[in-house]
């Protein structure tokens, strides 16, 4: 028995590496979008490290050398700066605190965190489309995490005023001018947020032109 938990914990900890480095858990996280594409993203929660599960399995991690793995950690978790605060709270598992703001420009990518380990992805399209999108597992992978007991719980908010044409929030509610899109999710199995809007031209202040176009 104990055998099998350990072989699954090896198994996730390798489909991991290859996906994903960070699971999020016990989180709230919102995004607040306007129409014109001026963001203000936050995240409180804790942040699971993947990769150090095999490191505890395998009996790599000891009381030597973990403060030197968790200050690693730590150092690549920093390495954004829109990290404003970050706790260790042990076996790989950090409390983090994210705030990210700004104006999409016509065509671009912006991560929570980076694009190499990007939990969440927001791109803007020369259509004019805005899509948002998280980062899933496969729905095998997801259950070996589950059956594991490690969450992925927690609710992310999108309050904007944007025309929006597709979505899979858990819910929907007004508010004022705006509507505020919830996901719940209560494990690695819910689906994932997916939301795609259509931005306004602002005529006060119009999008600059691409790279490629400048010339």
């Known amino acids: 028995m104990v055998g099998d938990w350990l072989k699954r914990l090896g198994v996730l900890a390798a489909m991991l590496l290859l996906s994903s480095c960070y699971i999020p858990d016990k989180f709230k996280s919102e995004l607040r979008l306007s129409r014109y594409g001026d963001y203000s993203l936050t995240f409180k929660g804790d942040l699971l490290w993947a990769p150090i599960l095999d490191d505890y399995r395998k009996g790599k991690v000891t009381p030597e050398n973990e403060p030197e793995k968790i200050a690693n950690i730590k150092k690549d978790l920093m390495r954004d700066i ?5 706790e260790s709270k042990g076996r790989g598992r950090f409390g983090v605190e994210y705030e990210r703001a700004g104006r999409l420009e016509k065509v671009q990518l912006i991560a929570l965190l980076r694009r190499d380990a990007r939990l969440l992805a927001m791109r803007s399209k020369e259509n004019g489309a805005i899509a948002i999108h998280a980062n899933a597992m496969k729905p095998s992978d997801a259950q070996i995490l589950a059956e594991m007991g490690l969450n992925m719980e927690g609710e ?50 119009p999008l600059g032109p691409r790279a490629s176009e400048a010339d």
């Open 156 to 205: 992310f908010r999108i309050t904007t005023d944007a025309n929006v044409v597709e979505h899979n929030a858990s819910s929907v509610k007004p508010f004022g001018t705006y509507r505020v899109y919830i996901w719940k999710i209560e494990n690695a199995l819910s689906p994932m947020p997916h939301l795609v809007m259509l931005r306004d031209d602002d005529p006060k202040r």
């Open 82 to 86: 829109a990290v404003r605060k970050l």
